[in-house]
């Protein structure tokens, strides 16, 4: 997403885990841990203005 | 030498396949959150969720309890978003409205809030629940790989949870910034992988709706 958002245009692009997330049922949980899944916080501008 | 323009066409086929699937799976899981908010998921919702991603309890307090009960995002967008007074603000997949209505507080009345939902029984029910709290909320139905939002119209796009649902994340990510003005700003949050995922997990519209 990171990437995506530079490519596309976007400056300024900042990112940060949201803390304290986690799915609700463990088995979920460790799949995604088992696939690096994380919530994200992702600020961004267009640049101009 | 391959047919490469054979293949290429039953990717798109299959991909077009994958999304029409999708879309309803995206439609029943979150109707059902917001018809059952008492059900258990395999994420957390409703107050449950938003307590644990900061959510200040007077904004939970003052929201309708429907629009509460029906959270489902993955962290919280406006945090960071810096909401000001006069502002038009998109939230791309405002659901139930839980969002929306906090950034309408935030912009005030000489400001708007723009909702984007695959579902239109959501975006009665997130308009609703703005009016419910004498503010308002400008619902569309739309995919967010084509919003149904002029160019350069927007000064904040929030989302909560979205992104990921999305086949095609770049183009999503393109139209956040057409429709944003010059200088205009997101702040999303959304679910993230460090791995590629298991074409089992990809092929799987059940396990990408969730």
Known sequence: ?49 | MPDVTASTSDLLETQASLEAVLKDEILTMYQEVADNPDAEFHFFHGRAAADLFGYPSEWLDRAPEGAVNSFAGVGNPLLRAAIREGETVLDLGSGAGLDGIIASWQTGPTGSVIGVDLNPAMCLRAQAHAAATGTKIECHEGRMEDIPVPDGSVDVVISNGVVNLSFRKRRVVQEMHRVLRPGGRISITDIVSAKQLSQSIVNDPKLWAS
């Open chain 1, 1 to 49: 997403m990171f990437r995506l958002l530079e490519e596309s245009g976007f400056a300024r692009v900042r990112s940060a885990v949201v803390p304290g997330f986690r799915f609700r049922k463990q088995s979920t949980q460790n799949s995604a841990e088992a696939y690096g899944v994380k919530a994200v916080m992702m600020t961004a501008e267009k640049p101009g203005g």
